[in-house]
């Protein structure tokens, strides 16, 4: 007990200045998980004298954060962003990460002289991109929508495929015909259990009359935990499992949304942090130097090889401008998830493993360095930079159980077509009426001639049967304006 107030204070303090380090990173350009990662390595054996090295032990925190961190990407991603996207995602997640797999393992074979299954055990270890990574930077370039779609996409998915390749070539399995069939099952497995989960979910939580708003966010975090165990017990992908969940959770019509996107995005900060700071701790600077030649190696394979061969494959039936393969090439960041799945050869005990785990820090510190800084100037000397990009509209429910209706509360963003349309051509349905606007702080009762303007907040009144058919109305006009229906729109 004498200990506690210097834990706590110790983790208060490194979850202070790893906050502050966020608005460093933005600035920089840069993800935050390189400060993360310095702040934990200060705190090590080469700074203050904090001794960790329990692989196993930092293997599952990590798998637990990704967990986190998985949730929170599903439940920030749209389906509008990444439906154009979709075919393309999957193929870059799963055909993408056997081809990477492949070709990186028979570089680093050759240049590294490797044993075969222990080429290919790196070659798994670095085919993942890191979600926490993607997430941070690519979503402050301002690049075309499918682009994104793709590369958040492909980083939610394709840490499964990831995990199962590492797992089966760390334990030894033997290479067969079954392991295609194995590894089929546990994705289209973990994707069923992770959208019956969330469908369920997303169902239960429209209809709870729950007593507090704050139990709201709690339970959609858990039914996406809950997938991961489920799809874990059923030996099928949790980790896919998760983000299918909260892929669906997050483009379902939950009431207090925005209070559980705000929670799951803190949440997710929080296991970042935690993450990389463990990381750091565990980290060996004097064993970095000795792997720096390894790192090197291993990062221009995978930056100058695997990663544009196994864009170009997969890719291939799409037949992709150049420009947009080139992007895709130099945009598939590495993070923590690698360093995550390196630890867990290194936790079974493979022959030279600890040298692949400090050959993995060097490449993610190395890569990151490169890619962060050039994400957004390489957009914009490919010409797929955009500006002035409209952002959907958010829809926030509160349910009014007694009165069997909802308020739906919503932000009129930039770019929206909802700016300029009048109270009359918005056409709600019937049994939902637009009760408020709040504009520039002013609130006042729209009348049939009140014309929406960019920036205001609505408040709309819905009976329970009419809340969903408003909320897409809502979505549609945001989307293709005054004619949306006329245009096909249906705000779905």
């Not at 202070?16 to 934990?40: E, K, M």
């Not at 997969?314 to 390196?342: D, K, M, T």
């Not at 819905?462 to 109305?473: M, V």
């Amino acid at each position: 007990m004498a200990e506690l107030p210097v834990v706590l204070g110790l983790g208060a303090a490194v979850l202070l200045a790893s906050v502050l380090a966020v608005r460093l990173s933005t600035r920089l350009g840069l993800p935050s998980l390189l400060l993360y990662l310095g702040i934990g390595v200060l705190l090590g054996e080469a700074g203050f004298g904090i001794r960790f090295s329990d692989a196993s032990l930092t293997q599952s925190l990590g798998l637990a954060a990704l967990v986190l961190i998985l949730t929170e990407g599903g439940l920030t991603t749209r389906w509008s962003t990444v439906k154009p996207a979709l075919a393309q995602g999957i193929l870059l997640s799963t055909v993408g990460v056997v081809l990477a797999i492949a070709i990186t393992g028979t570089a680093l074979h050759w240049l590294l002289g490797l044993e075969w299954r222990i080429a290919l055990l790196w070659g798994a270890v670095l085919s993942s991109t890191d979600s926490a990574a993607v997430f941070s930077v690519l979503r402050t370039v301002g690049i075309r929508q499918r682009l994104v779609g793709t590369l958040e996409l492909e980083s939610g998915i394709n840490d499964a495929p990831a995990y199962i390749a590492v797992v089966v070539l760390a334990e030894g399995t033997r290479l067969d015909w079954s392991l295609p069939l194995l590894e089929i099952y546990e994705l289209a497995a973990g994707a069923g259990i992770g959208l019956l989960l969330g469908v369920a979910g997303a169902w239960a939580l429209r209809r709870a009359a729950l007593p507090a708003t704050g139990l709201y966010p709690l339970a959609t975090v858990a039914v996406c935990v809950v997938a991961y165990a489920s799809g874990q017990f059923a030996h099928a992908s949790g980790l896919l499992a998760t983000y299918v969940a909260a892929l669906v959770l997050g483009n379902a019509r939950l009431p207090h949304r925005s209070d559980t996107i705000s929670f799951a995005e803190g949440l997710g900060w929080l296991a970042q942090i935690g993450l990389f700071v463990l990381l750091g701790l565990f980290a060996s600077p004097e064993r970095l130097l000795e792997s720096i030649v390894a790192g090197l190696i291993a990062g221009g394979v995978v930056l100058l090889l695997g990663r544009p061969l196994s864009v170009l494959l997969s890719l291939a039936p799409f037949r992709l401008p150049w420009r947009e393969q080139a992007f895709l090439s130099w945009a598939g960041l590495r993070g923590a998830v690698p360093i995550v799945l390196a630890m867990i050869p290194l936790a079974k005990g493979v022959p030279d493993a600890e040298r692949l785990v400090d050959a993995v820090f060097v490449l993610v510190i190395v890569l990151t360095l490169v890619q962060g800084w050039t994400l957004a100037p390489m957009a914009k000397f490919l010409g797929l930079g955009v500006r002035g990009q409209a952002e959907e509209i958010e829809v926030d429910v509160a349910a009014l159980d007694e009165l069997d209706a909802a308020l739906l509360q919503v932000r009129i963003q930039p770019g929206s077509r909802l700016h300029g349309v009048y109270l009359a051509e918005l056409r709600l349905p019937v049994g939902a009426s637009l009760s408020l606007i709040v504009r520039e702080g002013v609130s006042f009762t729209p009348q049939k001639t009140s014309r929406l303007q960019q920036g205001d907040q609505l408040l709309v009144v819905a009976t329970e049967g009419s809340r969903d058919a408003a909320e897409r109305r809502l979505r549609a006009v945001d989307r293709a304006g005054r004619l949306a229906r006329w245009r096909g729109e249906s705000g779905d």
